[in-house]
């Protein structure tokens, strides 16, 4: 950590977004840091103005989250740990308001897809914003009792808005997982859940490549919770994959399956040997 100064984990989005939330439920000892993008974000860590960085990866409903999975192998930093936060929608309005008086409701066009059943049993029209917690300080500012946000409690806090209606989400199962990333790598063994092994990998440009690659996991018994592939350097002829294992590279078998994939692969990088999160299971 920064010597001397406050401890800062860095995120994209604005106070009182989801990102922030998952900050202060991780690390609720360190400042949170706003930043306009994922590459600020990244970048506030590897100057060192943020000892960490909360970057989100995948959520449980809208799959995996755009441009990070790319953005991870060049950043220079490691991830040491994963957080998986439930993803509660509020609806929030300026004091005093009344639920019955509200017509229009404000946020991520992916939230307002999230509370179709209880809008339209109330009556609320949708409203486009550019996040959720933008959406929450504009409804503050405007402070109209007729225009609601869709956010989470944190940003009804922070931008002094009541909360009419908590865990409004169609689906109770709403979860977004995210990385802890840093400057400094940590495979030590540690948790009680076991380790997770991230990396990422190029085929070498041989029949069935994949194929022979993926074979030493499944024949050394080891489980691989993700694999994702994306193209890189702008051409549909060089893929990328994304994988993540159950085990540490130290494992006996974790390490004949990754000798075995060193063979039928180019540019192997582990991104980070990290804990699993108790939200895993």
């Known amino acids: 950590m920064t010597s001397g100064k406050i401890a800062r984990i860095a995120f994209q989005g604005e106070p009182g977004a989801y990102s922030h939330q998952a900050c202060h439920e991780a690390r609720p000892e360190m400042e949170a840091m706003p930043c306009r993008t ?24 809208y799959g995996r989250v755009a441009d990070i999975h790319s953005l991870l192998p060049a950043s220079g930093l490691h991830i040491i740990d994963e957080a998986f936060v439930r993803v509660h929608i509020n609806l929030l ?16 066009t992916v939230l307002l897809g999230q509370c179709k059943e209880f809008l339209a049993d109330h009556g609320i029209h949708r409203i486009i ?9 504009h409804v503050a500012e405007l402070a109209n009792p007729k225009i609601a946000a869709l956010a989470s409690e944190l940003a009804g806090e922070i931008y002094g808005l009541d909360v009419l209606a908590r865990h409004i989400e169609d689906h109770g ?7 802890i990333m840093s400057r400094d790598a940590d495979r030590s063994r540690r948790g009680t859940d076991g380790m997770i092994t991230s990396f990422v990998f190029q085929v070498r440009n041989i029949p069935a490549a994949l ?8 024949t050394n018994g080891v489980n691989m919770t993700k694999l994702e592939s994306y193209m890189v350097g702008g051409t549909f002829t060089a893929t990328q994959f994304y ?3 159950e085990g540490h590279p130290d494992d006996p078998a974790v390490k004949r399956a ?24």
């Open 38 to 61: 994922f590459e600020d974000a990244i970048e506030a860590v590897r100057s060192g103005q943020a000892d960490l960085g909360m970057l989100p990866v995948e959520n449980s409903t």
């Open 93 to 108: 309005a300026v004091p005093g308001t009344k639920l019955h008086a509200i017509e229009q409701a404000m946020s991520h």
């Open 129 to 137: 914003g550019a996040d959720t917690a933008g959406s929450a300080r």
């Open 173 to 179: 199962n709403n979860t977004t997982r995210f990385l």
């Open 211 to 218: 194929y022979k690659a993926m074979g030493g996991f499944a």
């Open 243 to 245: 994988a993540d294992i």
């Open 258 to 281: 990754l000798d075995e994939l060193d063979y039928f692969t180019t540019n192997v990088k582990i991104l980070g040997v990290y804990p699993a999160d108790p939200g895993r299971h």
